[in-house]
């Protein structure tokens, strides 16, 4: 099983970075996605996840309407669409898969997730 995170980056204050989850060894289509942020000093943090069946969305607070997930079960990928990016989400992002079938949003808890990938840096300057 390997989830590969890439796209990280320096972006400045009000920029858009678009970050992309490469899997393979396991059932893509038939696990949920979640992408989560840890900034140092701090416990990590869920930013988005996307369902497996219905593809049903669910985003904190600190991301709604600024980041988008999405996923492509063909090409075994999901993305982060990051816009209006702020030194505050600077953070090394990682995404996970989950089997698991529960509520979209029970998805932003950590303990959800089966696989974890490396995470890629994102730097925002002010």
């Known amino acids: 099983v390997q989830l590969q995170a890439s796209g990280g980056g320096l972006v400045q204050t009000g920029g858009s970075l678009r970050l992309s989850c490469a899997t393979s060894g396991f059932a893509f289509d038939d696990y949920a996605i979640g992408w989560f942020r840890q900034a140092p000093g701090k416990e990590r943090e869920e930013v988005a996840c996307i369902a497996s069946s219905d593809a049903k969305t669910y985003y904190p607070a600190s991301a709604k309407g600024r980041f988008t997930i999405s996923r492509d079960d063909a090409k075994n990928t999901a993305w982060l669409q990051m816009s209006s990016l702020k030194p505050e989400d600077t953070a090394v992002y990682s995404c996970?898969?989950?089997?698991?079938?529960?509520?979209?949003?029970?998805?932003?808890?950590?303990?959800?997730?089966?696989?974890w990938g490396q995470g890629t840096l994102v730097t925002v300057s002010s």
């Open positions: 996970a898969a989950t089997s698991k079938t529960p509520v979209v949003s029970a998805l932003s808890s950590t303990t959800m997730y089966d696989y």
